[in-house]
């Protein structure tokens, strides 16, 4: 059987070469008989591969135990297109069919594992570092949400009441309700006068006793140091 005299990566001349030997009626076999089908079987069982990786690792419509069972089936398919197209590619030289085959699939297996890392990168959103201005903005935004006050913590603002809709049907008027809340201030005690010594003191500070005479306060004289204070007294 003749030997090729090219090699596999002269593409041009090695195909002119085999279609030749092909269409040779004096030389034995047909290599595009089993190149072509060889090819499309490849071809066909690589996409079905690729898609299935897809499906598992991308879109996980597939577990992983599934889609590794998927794979490992259909590889052999793959391995075995790409072994016909290699054994008439090279003119049925075993050796050298061999030696293509191992070459095309470690080529299709690294070309497809960059892709998919690729892929999954740019669909992830991780294969960029975010920019410093971004980040200086993104910081910038945090820090001023952070020192903006809350509005629950305002003192002295009027308590909103509930919306009214006054008007009749075709005349709505929406007036806003507003409630002031009052709040109360505790009084301080006043001193007063003690009416057995006239010493003066405030009765809640000395447990409601003279501190010069000891004499107990009496009990008008609390209710006078505890009563609120007139304004007009002031």
Same mark, same amino acid.
């Given at each position: 059987?003749? *030997? +090729?005299?090219?090699?596999?990566?002269?593409?041009?001349?090695?195909?002119?070469?085999?279609?030749?030997?092909?269409?040779?009626?004096?030389?034995?076999?047909?290599?595009?008989?089993?190149?072509?089908?060889?090819?499309?079987?490849?071809?066909? +069982?690589?996409?079905?591969?690729?898609?299935?990786?897809?499906?598992?690792?991308?879109?996980?419509?597939?577990? *992983?135990?599934?889609?590794?069972?998927?794979?490992?089936?259909?590889?052999?398919?793959?391995?075995?297109?790409?072994?016909?197209?290699?054994?008439?590619?090279?003119?049925?030289?075993?050796?050298?069919?061999?030696?293509?085959?191992?070459?095309?699939?470690?080529?299709?297996?690294? =070309?497809?594992?960059?892709?998919?890392?690729?892929?999954?990168?740019?669909?992830?959103?991780?294969?960029?570092?975010?920019?410093?201005?971004?980040?200086?903005?993104?910081?910038?935004?945090?820090?001023? =949400?952070?020192?903006?006050?809350?509005?629950?913590?305002?003192?002295?603002?009027?308590?909103?009441?509930?919306?009214?809709?006054?008007?009749?049907?075709?005349?709505?008027?929406?007036?806003?309700?507003?409630?002031?809340?009052?709040?109360?201030?505790?009084?301080?005690?006043?001193?007063?006068?003690?009416?057995?010594?006239?010493? +003066?003191?405030?009765?809640?500070?000395?447990?409601?006793?003279?501190? =010069?005479?000891? =004499?107990?306060?009496?009990?008008?004289?609390?209710?006078?140091?505890?009563?609120? *204070?007139?304004?007009?007294?002031?």
């Amino acid at each position: 059987m003749p *030997q +090729s005299h090219y090699r596999a990566r002269e593409v041009g001349a090695k195909t002119k070469e085999v279609v030749a030997y092909d269409h040779d009626p004096s030389l034995p076999g047909k290599p595009l008989h089993i190149l072509i089908p060889g090819g499309l079987v490849a071809l066909a +069982s690589l996409a079905v591969i690729v898609f299935v990786a897809y499906l598992t690792w991308f879109q996980g419509e597939l577990n *992983q135990g599934t889609g590794l069972l998927l794979i490992g089936l259909l590889a052999p398919f793959y391995v075995g297109g790409v072994f016909l197209f290699s054994y008439g590619y090279e003119l049925y030289n075993i050796p050298r069919a061999l030696r293509l085959t191992a070459i095309i699939v470690f080529l299709t297996v690294g =070309a497809v594992v960059i892709v998919a890392v690729l892929f999954f990168l740019l669909g992830s959103g991780r294969g960029f570092p975010e920019s410093s201005s971004n980040k200086k903005s993104s910081g910038k935004t945090k820090t001023e =949400a952070r020192n903006i006050p809350s509005s629950s913590g305002n003192v002295g603002m009027p308590n909103m009441g509930p919306i009214v809709v006054l008007g009749g049907p075709g005349r709505t008027h929406t007036r806003e309700v507003t409630r002031e809340v009052v709040k109360e201030v505790p009084v301080a005690p006043r001193s007063i006068d003690c009416p057995y010594c006239g010493r +003066s003191y405030v009765p809640a500070e000395q447990d409601y006793a003279c501190p =010069a005479c000891g =004499a107990a306060t009496p009990p008008e004289l609390i209710e006078q140091s505890e009563k609120p *204070q007139d304004r007009s007294e002031n």
